[in-house]
């Protein structure tokens, strides 16, 4: 039901969007986060954002250099990730849940899931 778009692969110090739409699903007031996996690592969370309501969360490691952001009209939430390091290497899920779903960071907080997108920095 989600769908993650705009990874790709890019330079030390670029920039890349991602992007989060919903197929058949309305992100209504449900908090929407972006996580990451990295090779031989556990997934983390990275950024959430409380759809409609416009509360945000991030993790130390990014901020000031990601954002996270939504488009109503669109029903769709964004991560703009700047100044990407190599540590940012990693495959990019959102997730949806309840806006009480526990902490922002945990994976099960989150319902639906997407199927991720790779994004890479050298």
């Known amino acids: 039901q989600l769908v993650e778009s705009g990874g790709g692969s890019v330079q030390a110090g670029g920039s890349l969007r991602l992007s989060c739409g919903a197929s058949?699903?309305?992100?209504?007031?449900?908090?929407v986060g972006w996580f990451r996996q990295a090779p031989g690592k556990e997934r983390e969370g990275v950024a959430a954002?409380?759809?409609?309501?416009?509360?945000?969360s991030i993790t130390d490691s990014v901020k000031g250099r990601f954002t996270i952001s939504e488009d109503n009209a669109k029903n769709t939430v964004y991560l703009q990730m700047d100044s990407l390091k190599a540590g940012d290497t990693a495959i990019y899920y959102c997730?949806?849940?309840?806006?009480?779903?526990?902490?922002?960071?945990?994976?099960?907080?989150?319902?639906?899931w997407g199927r991720g997108t790779q994004v890479t920095v050298s």
């Open positions: 997730a949806a849940g309840s806006p009480y779903g526990g902490d922002w960071n945990k994976d099960d907080s989150y319902t639906y």
């Open positions: 954002i409380l759809f409609n309501g416009g509360i945000t």
């Open positions: 058949g699903y309305t992100f209504s007031s449900d908090r």
